[in-house]
């Protein structure tokens, strides 16, 4: 079964550092993969998605994704930190093909931003 | 922006009772989802619907869980008789198409406490 993986519950960056949140992903197909940012006490949005376009994929408020098949990897970074981007980070996946299907998410990463 | 719109926002309800949580997908939408998130764990996709039926349910959507579009804007998710561990934030997501590339666009959420 699909299954995603995000390595650590809690990253913690001074505010200016390179922020890196890792996902990985079980497929023998790549899926499309989706990064969601969830800011306290407020739904999930969209940060950005993979739909296989390019690797490298830019989404909102700086953040940016590559997707790498030989690792299985769609790792999210921002080259600076700043204060408002503390918050909870999820990756999710869903099987190409699988039309109107679930996303499959990760367990989440808590990013805090130290000043 | 359109936006998915979801109420109550909390709701505190006695073990046994039934809740309705409801939500206003965006008005062109076709797929609509539940999702929920225990405090502390991930979030976890309960049921899909799609032409007015269920398209996918999970392990957890059993007998107590039901989706219904009353008319063409709502869609609620009806639990009929809620046990402790049925409190989560419950999210409602809904989708343009069902490519397997489209993101899903999430409410706010419904905080569900069962005391």
């Known amino acids: 079964a699909q299954s995603v993986t995000q390595l650590g519950s809690h990253v913690s960056v001074s505010e200016g550092a390179l922020v890196l949140l890792r996902c990985n992903y079980s497929?023998?197909?790549?899926?499309?993969l989706f990064w969601y940012v969830q800011y306290p006490n407020q739904g999930l949005q969209l940060l950005l998605k993979?739909?296989?376009?390019?690797?490298l994929v830019k989404g909102i408020n700086g953040f940016e994704a590559e997707f790498k098949k030989s690792e299985t990897s769609f790792h999210l970074t921002k080259p600076s930190a700043h204060m408002s981007d503390a918050a909870e980070y999820f990756c999710?996946?869903?099987?190409?093909?699988?039309?109107?299907?679930?996303?499959?998410f990760g367990q989440g990463t808590e990013l805090s931003v130290k000043p | 922006e359109p936006e998915v719109t979801q109420t109550p926002s909390h709701q505190v309800t006695q073990m046994g009772q039934e809740v309705i949580l409801r939500c206003v997908p965006i008005?062109?939408?076709?797929?609509f989802y539940w999702y929920r998130q225990i405090l502390g764990q991930k979030v976890e996709f309960l049921v899909s619907?799609?032409?007015?039926?269920?398209?996918?349910k999970s392990e957890i959507f059993d007998d107590q869980f039901s989706v219904e579009r009353p008319d063409g804007s709502n869609f609620t998710l009806k639990i009929r008789s809620t046990k402790l561990e049925d409190s989560a934030m419950y999210f409602c997501?809904?989708?343009?198409?069902?490519?397997?590339?489209?993101?899903?666009?999430f409410g706010q959420g419904t905080r569900l406490t069962v005391v």
């Open positions: 619907f799609y032409n007015n039926e269920i398209s996918e």
């Open positions: 999710a996946v869903r099987p190409r093909g699988n039309q109107g299907g679930k996303l499959i």
């Open positions: 997501a809904s989708s343009g198409t069902g490519q397997s590339y489209t993101e899903a666009f």
């Open positions: 008005s062109n939408h076709l797929y």
């Open positions: 993979y739909t296989s376009a390019a690797t």
């Open positions: 497929s023998s197909v790549p899926p499309y």
